[in-house]
């Protein structure tokens, strides 16, 4: 009998070419987006006059650079409009299909991908950004690399990899109402630290993990970079077939069951061992917000921020003290008690439909104590919102609604917090600058953002959805 | 890409964990081209103030540090996003190899790629370099990627790299010249995949 397997074994072994003595392995590539960073791999195509050797497994979008405010039909910046070009050339010329800024199918790639039905069950995934990991959830091996490593996909349709160290990180229970993807998944990176998975390949098991969503899924495969993963993935059940039927670019009819069949094989077999396990009770996963300059600073909403004299590890208390300095906290203050300037909801992490409807359930017949931008995942996703009223919800709430893009998670489109600015994020890093120079961030759910917006200071979004059945 | 076999140089203490890609490289810069020079925006937030004078509590502002060939810092250095031009901008400011107790893995995956070596060593190993360099400066350190050797002071430090990566920096190898010697392999490998997975195949164009 053959030896039980990992999810991320099987995986493994089905697209690897050879493996080296020294170890490393070539693997195939079944899916490789671009975006417009990925003009520095195009560039040393360019250098070797080399062609992209499966144009038809190579996809691009144009996300990073956008407009996410006012009109799109001129990019009145010259810098932006020359990025957002340079792909619409770079895919022109070596003929890959784009998702480009005219296109009502654009938006953020890690949106986009699973959106068209382009990211199945199985596949190899790489893409020039960390969070390609968000792929995982369907049960892809996805992870980012970096433009010497897009180059070599671009001309070989491979990459070199070694086997990573296998994790489970198993969350049972049943979630808490108010309590989302978004929680569950900033509660494990605090509890194993942002480098706790470092050099593994994470599987995300467990009935919690099975009840959430595609789009829960989605949060929390995205978000497994923050823990330092090389990707995550959720093993493909009845969730995943019934999101991706249908969807234009996956197996249709006869040869999308036959697919299911194969999909259905690659869970995780009993008795498979992993590397490192880790457990979580889902019914003890509070909302958490982050109160520092990294995703592990995150607790509880019902918690105060750490005091670094109470810290007895002399380089901790350095971490804390600069931390809470960066981001204006006193030690030792109640997390709600610190009053926001501003709210985004949006990034790859949360601006999918699912998201925009837990934000705007808070948001409905309320108003927004600061003002925010809303930037929907991609613009079907934003049609969508638009055809169920939730577009309504949110500008009458006094928040601007926007287009799809990276937008103010990242800042360089423009989109840019204020220095000194504290922001309410749906979005993945709240590293210093991130969201712009100076810049504050509180990472949460959308369901916390839209609180945050509603009271004006972090808060528990349990008590206003309480307040609303009453 | 340069080969990397062995470096004296200064070193400079940058005692953060957690310095991720976004300190090293705001995300502003990331439509500069190369030429246009990543060096001297490397760390720039870290290293400017808003009005783009010196803070001069920067470690690599101190005269004495200005022109480290070593970076010494603290866990998980080069977390965060995936963008090479954080190595770009380490390479090109002068610096050719980082010490920490951990990195970002894409972040170690493009310093290989760059010639950019990546020593791995204790957390107590680390803080005692930084705290060896904050007592005398111009200490200067020796890398030895052959041996797999820190020399500090009077000090010899072993630290890890992944095997294939050393090979990789010693002799300079290119990723793309070694995959070229595989071609037939990656040809065969195609055909069987497309019949042992044909849903793995993208529809159409749309």
Known sequence: MNQPQTIIDKLWSAHEILRRDDGESLLWVDRHYVHEGSFHAFGKLAERRAEVTEPGLTFGVADHYVPTRGSRRNVANPELARMVRQLEENCARHGIKLFGLDDPRQGIVHVVGPEQGLTLPGLLIVCGDSHTSTHGALGAYAFGIGASEVAHVLMTQTIWQKNPKRMRVSVDGVLPSGISAKDIVLAIIAAIGADGATGCAVEFAGSAIRALSMEGRLTLCNMSIEAGARCGVVAPDAVTFAYLKRRPYAPTAAAFEQAVEAWSQLATDEGATFDHEVALNAAKIAPIVTWGTSPQDALPIDASAPDPTRESNPERAQYLREALDYMGIAPGKKLTEIAIDRVFIGSCTNARIEDLRAAAAVLAGRASKVPGLVSPGSSLVKRQAEDEGLDRIFREAGLEWGESGCSMCVGINGDLVKPGERCASTTNRNFRGRQGPGARTHLMSPAMVAAAAVTGHLADVRELLGTRRA | ?206
């Open chain 2, 1 to 206: 890409m340069d080969k990397f076999t062995k470096l004296t140089g200064t070193a400079c203490p940058i005692s953060q964990s957690n310095l991720n890609t976004d300190q090293i490289l705001p995300a502003r810069y990331l439509k500069w081209t190369r030429a246009m020079g990543f060096g001297k925006v490397l760390f720039h937030d870290l290293r400017f103030d808003a009005e783009g004078r010196e803070k001069p509590d920067f470690p690599l502002n101190k005269p004495v540090w200005h022109k480290s060939t070593i970076v010494v810092s603290a866990r998980n250095f080069g977390c965060g996003s995936s963008r090479e031009a954080a190595v770009y901008a380490l390479y090109d400011f002068g610096v050719r190899c980082v010490i920490a107790p951990s990195f970002g893995d894409i972040f170690a995956g493009n310093a290989v790629q760059n010639g950019l070596l990546t020593a791995v060593v204790t957390d107590q190993e680390a803080a005692e370099i930084m705290e060896s360099l904050a007592q005398m400066p111009e200490l200067p350190v020796t890398v030895d990627l052959d041996q797999q050797i820190i020399l500090s002071g009077n000090r010899t430090y072993k630290f890890r790299i992944d095997p294939i990566r050393r090979m990789r920096l010693l002799n300079g190898w290119d990723d793309l010249a070694l995959t070229e010697n595989y071609r037939d392999r990656i040809s065969a490998f195609k055909v069987e995949d497309k019949m042992k997975r044909p849903w793995a195949a993208a529809r159409g164009q749309l």
